[in-house]
T-cell receptor, first 116, second 112 residues
Framework: GENVEQHPSTLSVQEGDSAVIKCTYS??????FPWYKQELGKGPQLIID???NVGEKKDQRIAVTLNKTAKHFSLHITETQPEDSAVYFC????WGAGGGYQKVTFGIGTKLQVIP | SAVISQKPSRDICQRGTSLTIQCQVD?????MFWYRQQPGQSLTLIAT?????????ESGFVIDKFPISRPNLTFSTLTVSNMSPEDSSIYLC?????????FGPGTRLTVT
């Protein structure tokens, strides 16, 4: 089955700096890579996802990059703000666009702290 | 995206008892999932529940311990049976919609 490794486990940045979280996956069939943000006391919230037909996707201060050859994908947060403080989970799945659901495997999570 | 609610939001239970967690979605969905998140850990899939069929359990999880109901396309329940302190976790309901997966707010369970 799929194995997703995520690092770092904790990350502290100064407000306004950038934060980068990296993940690797093992199953070459995976083609869907979502990222979730979990604030304290809440459920995970989907913040961005990328499919294997693109190498990069941006949404305001958040961007994801994907290197299918190396089986790496990363989350980049620019101009960090205190409200970005949360646990971030990467995930991978062979769940193709328009196809039936395939199990999503999650990384261990990264606790991001943005220091004002 | 789907709006998911769970009841209760948290509970403290004694070992040996059972707790039923409810999950309500604001739209009809085919696939619903139940996850466990132990303190400081990642998300572990317990089972997939499709309306009209038996739930499919992941390795390490059994129906006798985690019975699931899925009576319609907007509702599901997960029961944690004969609880022990090791069952203390956050239990999350999740649904699939439009090619994405969404999570509820979670039920925080403490077993004493």
């Amino acid at each position: 089955g799929e194995n997703v490794e995520q690092h770092p486990s904790t990350l502290s940045v100064q407000e306004g700096d950038s934060a980068v979280i990296k993940c690797t996956y093992s199953d070459s069939a995976s083609n869907y890579f979502p990222w979730y943000k979990q604030e304290l006391g809440k459920g995970p919230q989907l913040i961005i996802d990328i499919r294997s037909n693109v190498g990069e996707k941006k949404d305001q201060r958040i961007a994801v990059t994907l290197n299918k050859t190396a089986k790496h994908f990363s989350l980049h947060i620019t101009e960090t703000q205190p409200e970005d403080s949360a646990v971030y989970f990467c995930a991978a799945s062979p769940w193709g666009a328009g196809g039936g659901y395939q199990k999503v495997t999650f990384g261990i999570g990264t606790k991001l702290q943005v220091i004002p | 995206s789907a709006v998911i609610s769970q009841k209760p939001s948290r509970d403290i239970c004694q070992r040996g008892t059972s707790l039923t967690i409810q999950c309500q979605v604001d739209s009809q969905v085919t696939m619903m999932f139940w996850y466990r998140q132990q303190p400081g850990q990642s998300l572990t899939l317990i089972a997939t529940a499709n309306q009209g069929s038996e739930a499919t359990y992941e390795s390490g999880f059994v129906i006798d311990k985690f019975p699931i109901s899925r009576p319609n396309l907007t509702f599901s329940t997960l029961t944690v049976s004969n609880m022990s302190p090791e069952d203390s976790s956050i239990y999350l309901c999740s649904v699939e919609g439009a090619g994405e997966q969404y999570f509820g707010p979670g039920t925080r369970l403490t077993v004493t």
